[in-house]
């Protein structure tokens, strides 16, 4: 079982950075694939980014490529989504997700945990 608690959304202007942090509960999170998805409103939970166990490989959709990273320290058993050059268009509410599999995940439905969510709004 692993728990999985977001942090850093909040109201920010466009250009504007924010750091998305999701700290995960238990012994194996070097074990798991992560991933951050983001759902805005009547709109299904899609991709944005995802990363392999030890962090050497990443996933990135294309609309976040040279703007958000992530990272993953698993000594702090925690990963997150660096977002810059935020967008009015990134608004919605992001989840970390964790996935048995170690490596690069990009489908909901193969995470089997999932964080609560934390909302990211940008002004324009």
């Known amino acids: 079982q692993v728990q999985l608690v977001e942090t850093g959304g909040g109201l920010v202007q466009a250009g504007d950075s924010l750091r998305l942090s999701c700290a995960a509960s238990?012994?194996?999170?070097?074990?798991?694939?992560m991933g951050w998805f983001l759902q805005a409103p009547g709109k299904k939970r899609e991709i944005v980014s995802a990363?392999?166990?030890?962090?050497?490989?990443?996933y990135y959709v294309d609309s976040v490529k040279g703007r958000f990273t992530i990272s993953r320290d698993n000594a702090k058993n925690t990963v997150y989504l660096q977002m810059n050059s935020l967008k009015p268009e990134d608004t919605a509410v992001y989840y970390c997700a964790a996935s048995a599999n170690s490596g690069i995940v990009t489908g909901p439905g193969r995470y089997a945990y999932w964080g609560q969510g934390t909302q990211v709004t940008v002004s324009s």
């Open positions: 990363i392999n166990w030890s962090g050497g490989y990443t």
């Open positions: 238990g012994r194996t999170f070097s074990r798991y694939g």
